[in-house]
């Protein structure tokens, strides 16, 4: 570990937590140098929603390379994007009848955030977007100021201008409903609040905790956008590409949105990032919104293999399926332990385990590190332990990684009985 330590910059994050020099992945399951294994419960935030070198993709891209395929060509016609092109168009907007232009970003999310907050505030001629509370959109400085975390925010690189925050579904309990909040603040001409742009919104919080917004919720937010003529972008960069059982996550509440992000497992484990937007909003001059890496053609022709998932529903009935065994496996867990008083929230294949007890959820993660899980936190105080396997991932996998947060549990508390010597502890 010293070189990295030595000549790698101190923002390292994921090294910290996972502290192996990973060498070799398939499928759900990684080894590192030593040849020791991993479950990966955390399937790159999202990225590997197909798994770790899928061999379709895989084999795709090294047939390509072997024929010397384009690999950069900026945002020049290929053979490639054109592929991918024809085949998002046929296995995802067609049949869900969604009318939509795709426009290729720089390769991460937080570009294809930084596309949609742009072109919205070009577009209805206002500066200001309204995010929520816990919401995650990327830490370029565009997406920065409507990411809700303030451990990612120096109040000098902040730049918080033209962005409000408004509570998210459930953020002050069960009976408050938050929408009527927001409406509130948007019809008062005195309230402080400059009529937005575009509203952005995770129909599931992923960093933000793994929390779900109810249809209802959703729909009145479409409403509300609908009455104040202001565009909603779905940032569906973490919970999109069949996270959630469709393949966008807004399907669930049958919304409409004038935007949305793609990012993650869109590239099938290449970087390849999106926004897809309404025709009549595509209102950009020829190369006003640039950049040098858009649409890696490497990334369409995994990309392009990766909606082959899509052609029938197999993948969603899987979801659906694994969704199940991970909600009732992660329920038991959180029944078997009540002093932990822990809460289960999530939907399709992203579950969040949340643990109050104060660096507790940590701890699992390190524990279930050591014995072979890699799994990810999420939430304000890193209080949600995040379940988020590939959606390939097998069952017998799924179970045994599921054993394993459960014994990481079962020791932590025993250690920790053991230290208090029977008093009570927390
Ligand atoms: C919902 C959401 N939006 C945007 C981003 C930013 O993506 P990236 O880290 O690729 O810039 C993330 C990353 O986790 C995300 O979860």
Known sequence: MRIFEQLESE??????????????ARGSQIWDEQGRRYIDFFAGA??????????????AMIEYLQHDGIVHALDKATVAKKAFLQKFYDTILQPRNLDFKMQFTGPTGTNAVET????????KRRSNIIAFTNGYHGLTLGSLAVTGNNFYRDEFFGMRLNADQMPFDGYF??????????RKFLSDNS??????????VETVQGEGGINVASIAWLQQLEAVCRDFDILLIIDDIQVGNGRTGTFFSFERAGLKPDMVTLSKSIGGGMPLAMLLMRPELDQWKPGEHTGTFRGNNLAFVAATQALSYWENDDLSDAVRYKGDILQQGLSAIAQKYPELEMRLRGLGMVWGLEIPRKGFAGEVSKEAFANGLVIELAGSEDQVVKFLPALTIEEELLHEGMAIIDSAIGTLLARKREAMKGESWG
């Not at 197909?50 to 084999?59: C, D, L, M, T």
């Not at 309230?191 to 952005?200: C, E, H, T, V, Y």
């Open 11 to 24: 923002v390292r994050g994921y090294v910290r937590a996972f502290p192996a020099i990973f060498d070799v």
């Open 191 to 200: 309230s402080g609040i400059d009529l937005p742009a575009a509203i952005i």
């Open 46 to 59: 999202g990225t590997l929603n197909y798994g770790h070198n899928n061999p379709i993709i895989s084999q």
């Open 173 to 182: 309990g069960p009976d408050i409903n938050t929408i009527d909040y927001l």
């Open 116 to 123: 949609a907050l742009k072109l919205a505030r070009m577009v």
